[in-house]
Each structure stands twice: as structure tokens, then as C-alpha cells.
């Protein structure tokens, strides 16, 4: 995942938005945005794709898009899918041959799955929103990781509960 403080955040600045959850993929990313004005995902995607395309085909010196077809997006209007949105989109790289153990996701280094069980303090990460969900006075670290492990374990389950939320 990846996040910004709002405070102090070239993506906040410039776009009017919070990134809060990105694990990267083979194929294709996720993004846990909070959106802080109309236009600020759509503006951010276009920033940042237009920029990747730019610098990849300057790498391999090749032209032409990377990307087929626009992003796809989902409007979260109830908290209690907030949460297990993150810990879903942490899961994810579980489906890469070598993360296919709960416990091997903290060394993924798409994710800031790391950060949010604090065995990283990224300072592009911001977990403010994500883990302030967790009203509880045992660490919150702690039961964010409890929690995604035990998603991790119901992982067939849980996306077939929550498929009319997923745009895979």
C-alpha cells in the first residue's frame, strides 16, 4: 500500500488526493484511494500512467501504450469495507509463487503490507486512515497483521464474498 500525509505529500499537493493501498502486480495494480476533490483520481491516474509509459518506453526504447483499456474504479461508501479492502489488497501478491505464505508478504517489496504491521515506517506511507479503524487498546499493528493472516487463510472465501467489490 502505498499512502501520503496530507500534510506534506506531492500527490495530496498536486492531485487532491490520499493513495492509500498499493501492492504492485505482474499484471496489474490496486489503489485504496481517499479522494479529496471530483476529478483527483481520475487526474491522478493519468499522471501516473502517462508517466510510466513514458519512462518505460524510453528504457526499451519502444513506442506505444502499456496499458490496455481505462482503470477501473469502486466507490467505498461503507467503513466496515474500508478495512477489509486494505487487508484484501495486501493479500493479493499471495497469488505470486513466491509469496504464497502469509508470512513472506511482509518482504514484498510492492507492498507496504510491512509498514502497516510496523516493521517498516516508509515516509510515503500514510496508515492513518487504515489503522485508526481499528478502535481497540491492544496494538494496532498487531491486529492489523492478525487480521490480514486470517484473511489470508479464508482468501477463496473472502473474495467470493466480496467479488461485487473487485474489479479483477
Known amino acids: 500500500m502505498l499512502g501520503c ?5 506531492v500527490l495530496t499537493t498536486m492531485l487532491g488526493c490520499d493513495p492509500n493501498n498499493v501492492p504492485l502486480k505482474y499484471f496489474h495494480f490496486h489503489f485504496l484511494i481517499r479522494q479529496l476533490s471530483e476529478d483527483a483520481v481520475t487526474e491522478l ?23 490496455q483499456g481505462r482503470y477501473k474504479g469502486i466507490l467505498v461508501t461503507k467503513d466496515e469495507y474500508f478495512l477489509h479492502l486494505s487487508s484484501y489488497i495486501h493479500v493479493n501478491p499471495i ?5 504464497s505464505e502469509i508470512r513472506k508478504l511482509e518482504n514484498y517489496p510492492y507492498s507496504s503490507y510491512s509498514d ?19 478502535d481497540k487498546k491492544e496494538n494496532k499493528f498487531t491486529i492489523y497483521k492478525k ?7 479464508a482468501s477463496d472465501k473472502y473474495k467470493k464474498q466480496f467479488k461485487s467489490l473487485l474489479l479483477e
Open 45 to 67: 491516474m493519468k499522471r501516473l500512467t502517462s508517466a510510466y509509459v513514458k519512462y518505460f518506453n524510453e528504457k526499451y526504447k519502444r513506442v506505444g501504450p502499456l496499458f
Open 147 to 153: 487480521e490480514t493472516e486470517e484473511l489470508a487463510k
Open 116 to 134: 502497516y504491521i510496523g516493521k517498516r515506517n516508509a515516509p510515503w506511507v500514510y496508515r492513518t486512515y487504515i489503522l485508526d479503524y481499528i
Open 5 to 9: 500525509d496530507p500534510n506534506n505529500s
Open 95 to 99: 497469488e505470486l509463487p513466491n509469496y
